[in-house]
């Protein structure tokens, strides 16, 4: 059985940081691509980032160079290192494996 399980999410004033984490079960990351997305209240689902077997990443335009996705494949975890959080980034973040997708982590960022 598929489960992804994140963790992370807190409450962060502006400008502050957050580690989100997802640890999958039933897959070997090592071997797939997999992604990070968001959904802000009464927004649409947003891809955030991705990270591709081969290690190669992308970002959204709104987040690169404040956000990095990494994975350790020892865990089978994969990793958003948030950085420079805005307002606008207060979302529920889930992390993503084709149709698979976990319960979420929520961020919110306010003063």
């Known amino acids: 059985e598929v489960q992804l399980v994140e963790s992370g999410g807190n409450l962060v004033q502006p400008g502050g940081s957050l580690r989100l984490s997802c640890a999958v079960s039933?897959?070997?990351?090592?071997?797939?691509?997999m992604k990070w997305v968001r959904q802000a209240p009464g927004k649409e689902l947003e891809w955030v980032s991705s990270?591709?077997?081969?290690?190669?990443?992308g970002y959204a335009n709104s987040v690169r160079g404040r956000f990095t996705i990494s994975k350790d494949t020892a865990k089978n975890t994969l990793y958003l290192q948030l950085n420079s959080l805005k307002t606008e980034d207060t979302a529920m973040y889930y992390c993503?494996?084709?149709?698979?997708r976990g319960q979420g982590t929520q961020v919110t960022v306010s003063s």
């Open positions: 039933g897959l070997t990351i090592r071997f797939i691509d």
């Open positions: 990270i591709y077997r081969s290690g190669n990443t």
């Open positions: 993503t494996y084709d149709t698979y």
